[in-house]
Nanobody
Framework: QVQLVESGGGRVQPGGSLRLSCAASRLTFSRNAMAWFRQGPGREREFVAAIRWAGSSTRYADSVKGRFTISKDNAKNTVYLQMSSLKPEDTAVYYC???????????????WGQGTQVTVSS
C-alpha cells in the first residue's frame, strides 16, 4: 500500500512563502506521477501542480504559475511544493497524490495523503 505523508503547512501572511513536503513510501513504477491538489472552505478539490518521477515534466494550474514550484528528490522519494507570493485565496488543505499519469484530474490519482492546512492571513 502506497503511503503519502505531507508536512510543512501553517499560517503565513500574504506575500509570504511556505514549502510543503510529501514523503512517499511503497511506491511502484506504476505510480509515475505525483501531484498537489488543494481544497478550500466550501470548494471542490482542485489541481495545483504535478510532476513525473522520471524526467522533468511538470504541470501547473494557471492560478499558481510563477508563484509555486513543484520539485522532487528521487533518492528520498519526496516531492516538494515551494509556494511564494501567497495570497489569502491560497488558503486550503493541500493534498499530495500519486497516480500512473501526469494529470490535472482528481480521479486520475489513486493514492492520497491526509492533507496539510495552509492559511494565508494577516
Amino acid at each position: 500500500q502506497v503511503q503519502l505523508v505531507e508536512s510543512g503547512g501553517g499560517r503565513v501572511q500574504p506575500g509570504g512563502s511556505l514549502r510543503l513536503s510529501c514523503a512517499a513510501s511503497r511506491l511502484t513504477f506504476s505510480r509515475n506521477a505525483m501531484a498537489w491538489f488543494r481544497q478550500g472552505p466550501g470548494r471542490e478539490r482542485e489541481f495545483v501542480a504535478a510532476i513525473r518521477w522520471a524526467g522533468s515534466s511538470t504541470r501547473y494550474a494557471d492560478s499558481v504559475k510563477g508563484r509555486f514550484t513543484i520539485s522532487k528528490d528521487n533518492a528520498k522519494n519526496t516531492v516538494y511544493l515551494q509556494m511564494s507570493s501567497l495570497k489569502p485565496e491560497d488558503t486550503a488543505v493541500y493534498y499530495c497524490a500519486a497516480g500512473p499519469l501526469l494529470s490535472t484530474i482528481v480521479g486520475n490519482y489513486d493514492y492520497w495523503g491526509q492533507g496539510t492546512q495552509v492559511t494565508v492571513s494577516s
